[in-house]
């Protein structure tokens, strides 16, 4: 065991603070890594006032870690100290049922196990990024490419995979139409991923102030939502709409810019149900699809390719002491476009 600092809530109500707390010693698997920077998901604000239900507390949350590699267990084949690699949403998994055996851990049957807010194999609770330091699997560590700089990666750990996985997925292309719904720190990366693949791209947000950015990031249009009647124009035009809304909102006006055939991918997951018409789905055969992250072979994938396209995150780095404050002018959609902890803050 290692003592470990990081931030914590220690309840619902609570703001985070200042936590100790001891990591597993390094297994032959294992490696240990200095956390250099942690993205801020919004997901870290649902578990922590336990939206979603079932938080454990105390939580030191974070799943978009980018960091160092200080020691390696004596069986560890692919990393080496002082190696830079991340860590996303989940730390192990079954490793047998057929999600796993192909690659897609993020449906384990037996259930992933969680960075944060999970339990570990011995039924202790996993503590996530906002820490000094992490002792994982190797297995369930992937390798920051060299031209990606570390702050702008961390977000991609979720913020990337989770809208690159759907994107691919539903094979969104050249000379494909897709609208995204939300410019926060999903859908500023579902731009970025989506001018990448070839797509042209229309932003549907809730905030004028946002126009300028979503060209800068590689969408060719914008469009308010509260403007009916420039959303009227948009009638049937998108082959696909990836909607990252943290919070419960109206999509049958969304529904209706999409194509016979058209395909809603929801990865937003407000704590609240969604309201869907029936009519807006059948009378044009659209698809509403979900999806969740992405497994470590794919999330090494998107890390290439985002790379390859030089299209790290748009961040605003801070110091943990501020992360109480970051929380607030994220939930006041005051962020341009993620939030990452710098850890030397931390020492
Ligand atoms: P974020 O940075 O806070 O962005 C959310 C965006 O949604 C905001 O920037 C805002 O965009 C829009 N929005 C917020 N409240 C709204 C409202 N009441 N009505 C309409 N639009 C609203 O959050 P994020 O980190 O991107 O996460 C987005 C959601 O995805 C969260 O629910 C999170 O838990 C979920 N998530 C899911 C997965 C997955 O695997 N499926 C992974 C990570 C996160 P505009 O200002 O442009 O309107
Ligand atoms: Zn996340
Ligand atoms: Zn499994």
Known sequence: MSSVRGYAALSAAAKLEPFTFDRRSLGPQDVRIRIVFCGICHSDIHQVRNEWGGSIFPMVPGHEIVGIVE?????????????????????????????CQAGEEQYCEGGMILTYNGRDQSGAPTYGGYSSHIVVDERYVVRIPE????????????AGITT????????????????VVGLGGLGHMAVKIGAALGAEVTVLSTS????KDAKRLGAADFVVTSDSAS???LTRRFDAMIDTVSAPHDMNACLECLKTDGTLMLVGAPDKPLSIAGFSLVLRRRRLVGSLI???EETQEMLDFCAKHKIPADIETIPIQQVNEAYERMLRGDVRYRFVIDMQSLR
């Open 231 to 233: 959303l009227a124009k």
């Open 147 to 158: 031209p990606l700089p570390s702050a702008g990666a961390a977000p991609l750990l979720c």
């Open 208 to 211: 004028e102030k946002k126009r």
């Open 294 to 296: 992405g497994g470590i």
């Open 71 to 99: 020691e390696a267990g004596s069986s560890v084949s692919r990393y080496r100290t002082s190696d830079r690699v991340g860590v996303g949403c989940f730390v192990d998994s079954c490793r047998t049922c057929p999600p």
């Open 164 to 179: 690159y996985s759907p994107l691919r997925h539903w094979k969104v292309g050249k000379r494909d139409k897709l609208a």
